[in-house]
């Protein structure tokens, strides 16, 4: 993977888990209730959860490239309709509560685990994600060994610095996350994400 290629996964991944969502509630509202570090248990579950997702996505690409190019190509055709879905549906949806999901209460681990794999961003969203950004011609293990650090680092500091928020704004945070204009910037992004990406793949030798 090209530095320009890194670069750009990297924006991505930054858009792609810092939009607001169940997650991001979840993890503010164990730093509002348990403080900050009893609640980074929290952004533990959802790195084991991303762990999980980002190993099962590469899994897919993987069987993809090696069985059939024409279904990696439509795949990458089915992830950018995806990414401009997600983004149209968050776009209507931003003026609706941001909840974290109404689950039973329980160790903070296992319900920032359940929270993240029931994310309507969970494997669908992962694999769309994968299949703009990992070139064919280049080995599937080299391309994770960078990919995966980069996603798992990301994603790491991005529920942090939620959970950090929740601890020291408290409820001012909640509103912040539940802004319509902040909502609708970052389904903004995903709807130009998934058209650029789009038209990538469809250009000439490509």
Known sequence: ??????????????????????????CIQNGMTFGFVRSLWGVLGILTQALLFLCLSAAGITAL???SPTGF??????????LIWTGIRNWRAARTPVRAGALPTGHIYRRAFVIATINPKS?????????????PDVPIAAQMGLIVPTALTITAASYC??????????????????????????????ILYGVLLGGSALSPGR
Do not use: D, E
């Open 1 to 26: 993977m090209s530095f320009h290629a890194w670069t750009v996964f990297a924006l991505f991944w930054v858009v792609f888990v810092t939009s607001p969502g169940p997650n991001a509630v979840n």
């Open 65 to 67: 490239l090696t069985t």
């Open 73 to 82: 190509f439509i795949a990458k055709l089915i992830g950018a309709a995806f």
């Open 123 to 135: 494997v669908a969203g992962y694999l769309a994600a994968f299949s703009q950004f990992v070139q």
């Open 161 to 190: 610095i939620y959970t950090a928020l929740g601890a020291g704004l408290g409820r001012a945070a909640l509103g912040a996350v539940g802004n319509t204009i902040v909502r609708r910037v970052m389904a903004g992004c995903f």
